[in-house]
């Protein structure tokens, strides 16, 4: 296993705290393959995709936690995403021009964060964060503390090679002394960008934890993978309608869909379309224009 893409969970025995690690080389770079990400918007995805991976390590059931930044100023749109297989993946939408700036600043006025559970089986949750805090770390800190009643603190860490991340949360009930988070949270504040990105999980937790006496649970393995399929794509024509998909394949010959995650595409010609609606839509709409 890769000492550089893993997700390391971790408990104390002498306090209701838990823990989580988070590094990506490799998964980092599947991403920053795919696009050229200017430097302000690698700053927000790897944090985004650290993140992720950090909140969905605690989840217990079979599916996909979503970030998604939504903005009206030079950032548009920022996604990041991880599956309880701990795949990730993350895209972004932004102006052509657009330079390095506080997140609030490259949202603009009226930018939404917004967390979506999509579980495998059962009905997505949707849950919207304030815009809280200068960074994705203070912001989300303060959604899990008003929305979960869960004292957390995030440490997030981004470069052009890696994407990393800290977290720590108080257990609502638990053992041991009730009054060790601030004492714990002291000691994880120590911790500069540099050690998250560079050191690995064991280092770390020495460094800042050797005094304690700290539960590791075995190391899982993170990285990229996008679910896109022919089929989904397929699924998307079909709700812009026959007619409509039939129209741009009469002017161009084909209908092609790019996946923004891992930049697969995805091509329809006639055939392709007629299939797909079951039936001749191709003609039907050529017939219905020549008729006019």
């Not at 838990?18 to 690698?42: C, E, S, T």
């Not at 989840?59 to 548009?76: P, S, V």
Request: aromatic share 6%.
């Amino acid at each position: 296993m890769s000492q550089h893409d893993n997700l390391q969970r971790f408990l104390f025995d002498g306090a209701p705290v838990r823990g989580v690690l988070v590094r990506m080389d490799g998964a980092w770079q599947q991403v920053l393959a795919r696009h050229d990400y200017p430097p302000a918007i690698r700053q927000v995805l790897g944090q985004m995709l650290a993140a992720c991976g950090l909140l969905a390590a605690n989840l217990k059931f079979d599916g996909t936690l979503i970030m998604q930044l939504h903005g009206k100023g030079a950032l548009r749109l920022a996604v990041a995403e991880c599956t309880n297989e701990r795949t990730v993946r993350a895209t972004a939408r932004f102006d052509a021009q657009i330079h390095d700036a506080p997140l609030a600043e490259l949202l603009g006025e009226g930018g939404t964060c917004v967390l979506t559970l999509e579980p495998k089986d059962g009905e997505p949750w949707q849950g919207i964060v304030a815009l809280e805090g200068d960074s994705i770390a203070a912001m989300l800190q303060h959604y899990m503390e008003r929305s979960e009643q869960l004292d957390t603190r995030l440490t997030l860490a981004c470069n052009d090679e890696t994407a990393a991340g800290l977290l720590l949360q108080r257990l609502p009930d638990g053992h041991g002394d009730p009054d060790a988070w601030q004492h714990l949270t002291v000691l994880a504040a120590t911790l500069t960008p540099e050690e998250l990105l560079t050191l690995p999980a064991h280092d770390i937790l020495h460094r800042l934890y050797h005094e304690e006496t700290v539960r590791v649970f075995d190391p899982e393995v993170v990285s990229f993978a996008c679910n896109c399929s022919e089929d989904r794509v397929g699924d998307m024509l079909k709700l812009l309608g026959g007619e409509e998909v039939a129209n741009v394949v009469l002017e161009q010959g084909s209908i092609e869909v790019g996946c923004e995650y891992c930049g697969q595409r995805y091509v329809f010609d006639e055939d392709d379309v007629n299939e797909l609606f079951g039936m001749d839509v191709i003609n039907a709409v050529r017939d219905e224009a020549s008729r006019h």
